[in-house]
């Protein structure tokens, strides 16, 4: 009997419960601008090579051009539409508009998922293809201007905004990091623990 | 793409019995090349069995028995684990190497070793491929070949493994753990891709239908000081046009030991034995390091726009080698 190639699934998407029918083949990527009318999340490449799609899977960045809808079922799924705070800006939204982190603004919506989990990938120590000694006793890496290009080298921009980026990520990240004890506080809306100091190199 | 079921394994037999040794069914971890491959047309599953939520998302490390990595843990987490960046750093840098920060949270250990060749002719149905239509052809030979084999290559098929893990695998001599409707098994790692011939598209030893569970790599003092270094045509997010995996161990000014292995250079990771049985006992000098290189590489068979890769791998020999001889004296 040939198996079925379509299902009725449940998706978590920004912490609500969207039920629809999915031919097997649709990727999380069409069903979020097709089916939900979620048209934050952008195609460019449909390939896994742009960064365009990028969402967050279980707090974990990934392109949504390459994750087939029926496979996400049971994952809590966060898109550009979910990670401000009601009318408050996401810390790294933010960042990007007051440094025009963008041209066109096509890749944007990408670029700012990345950068957030890049933050809260950093902030958990892990290294990069830049980190000088990847040795877990090393500690983690300074969060220069070298290590946020690699980290954010799957997110492309034809525009070529990449200087502001860098700088929007930069602001972003230290505005997560407890600052010297008189600069003030850390920006409201803040997420997540900084890792001290090593962001400030950039941030400053 | 074609139409296809779905179905979601829980537990590893249960995978092996919903595939069914069915030639026409594939099972998905994290669909970052497979996926793309449906898309293209050069996979054309009429069923998935999903694996990724199998049992099998632990990275267990101990001094005695080395290291053992479920299949369905993904590449980053490979990458972050302590353990790993501790006891057997070249692991780590080859993981961070590949992809971008998106893939690498998608793709798992499993299907990193059994991902696809990303030759240009592979992925393009509309030219020949020995590999995806046995017996059509291989246009790189006469075409474009720049990035494609110089070791271990064939007049059917110069398209070479695109894994950066792989290579440092290699070098440290894993073994794959696998899952089959006759029980489960072991390879080593160097035993996995068969040797290309006039069959390029029989890639695997693995039996059919069989389920990658484990990569287990032996406890080994000498991973401490290795090192994976990668060269391509941009500063990221590229495949190599060549990379070294290495790991070195002296002794006053000799070569107690040392492991070596070559990636974008064949169709597999390639174990570089000859410069491995010349460099141990032998002294520590860049001279040494580049004749073991030369002896290795005396078997590339360069094809007209690829022969910069010899003295490409002959040049990282000597340079990683190199830094680990001084990292060790350190």
Redesign the interface.
Known sequence: M????S?AITLNINNKKYTLPV???T?LLDALREQLDLTGTKKGC???QC?AC?VL?DG????SC???A??AEGREITTIEGVADGERLHPVQQAFLDLDGYQCGYCTPGQIC?AI??IE?HA??????V?D?????AGPPPLTAEEI???????LCRCGAYVSIVQAVARAAGAQVPAEPDSGPPRSGAQGSGTGSDTEEVAA | MKEFGYDRAHDVQGAVALLGGDPEARFLGGGTNLVDLMKAGVERPTRLVDVRELPLGRIEFSPEDGLRIGATVTNSELAAHPEVRRHYPALAQAVLAGASGQLRNMATVGGNLLQRTRCGYFTDLTKPCNKRTPGSGCPAIEGEHHNHAVLGASEHCVATHPSDMAVALTALDAVVAYESADGPGELPLSDLYLPVGDTPHLETALPAGALITAVTLPAAPVAATSRYRKVRERASYAFAIGSVAAALDVQGDVVRDVRLAFGAVASRPWRATTAERLLTGGPVSAEAFAAAADAELAAARPLPHNGYKVTLMRNLVVAVLTELAEEAAR
């Open positions: 040939a198996p079925s190639t299902s031919d097997h083949r990727t449909d390939q896994g960064g990028t899977v974990r960045r990934a392109v390459l994750q087939l029926v496979a990345s989990a890049v990938e958990a120590g892990w290294p990069s293809a980190t000694d990847v040795r877990s006793e290009r690699e980290r954010m080298s799957g997110n």
